[in-house]
């Protein structure tokens, strides 16, 4: 009688993950949630440390004399403030460990609601600075960065565009895409208006912004100087010779 044919071994057993269990071996994820609003005048503390923060790393700290009360006087000057996008603007970059609310209705009147955008980091980030910028909001809330700009206009192309003056992004949170944010803020309101072009100066020697500015699509001109006339020189009747 012929022996019996050995039985195959038992399939392998799969075990039955439920949908939103997160395996063993995927990383923990630290989610970081941005957002870039118009900044008013209660944002002036902040905007002045940051501006500090700026020419120092520009190493121009000591041509820096704007005060709170300058800056208050000349962004938000009352009684009768210009409309948004008609005078000088500042967008401010704020980041929590908690998602943001969705904006209002009553806060799109200015044809500008804030951008919000959520990060999924390794690691948290690390502020040491993390109290002296919370923000007027209250909460968890960081102001990480701004950038200031205001209309100019283009007579090759008969549009207006923006001109973006300054563009900061505290160091902790740098790499992270925080200055593209801010960037495609700007754009976007340009878009929205209807203008033509953004347009800012970079220092020669900031190699990494360079590099970051050809990466998102900007035109860096080689064949441009800044031209200025500041304090006494104002007066060129008075010091032409």
């Known amino acids: 009688m012929a022996a019996a044919a050995p039985q195959p071994p038992p399939p392998p057993f799969l075990a039955t993950i439920p949908e939103n269990t ?4 995927a990383p923990f994820r630290h989610p970081l949630y941005a957002r870039i609003r118009l900044a008013t005048i209660l944002d002036v503390p902040h905007i002045h440390k940051l501006i500090h923060q700026l020419a120092t790393f520009e190493r121009l700290a000591h041509q820096c004399t704007a005060t709170e009360a300058s800056l208050a006087a000349t962004l938000f000057p009352s009684p009768n403030p210009p ?7 500042v967008f401010i970059l704020e980041v929590s460990p908690d998602p943001f609310p969705p904006p209002a209705p009553q806060e799109d009147t200015t044809n500008s609601s804030p951008l919000l955008k959520t990060l999924h980091l390794d690691l948290p980030i690390e502020d040491s600075e993390k109290e002296i910028f919370r923000s007027e909001i209250g909460g968890d809330v960081v102001v990480a960065g701004f950038v200031l700009f205001f209309p100019k206009y283009s007579t090759y192309l008969a549009k207006p565009g923006f001109h973006i003056e300054d563009l900061f992004v505290r ?11 801010l960037i495609t803020a700007v754009a976007g309101q340009a878009v929205k208006m209807g203008y033509g072009m953004v347009e800012w100066v970079v220092l020669d020697w900031n190699v990494n912004a360079i590099q970051f500015y050809e990466r998102i699509g900007t035109k860096v001109y080689q064949d441009k100087r800044i031209c200025r006339l500041t304090g006494e020189d104002l007066d060129v009747e008075g010091s032409a010779k």
């Open 22 to 25: 997160v395996p063993e071996t």
């Open 83 to 89: 409309p948004p996008f008609t005078s000088f603007n």
């Open 171 to 181: 160091e902790p949170y740098r790499k992270h895409g925080f200055g593209k944010m």
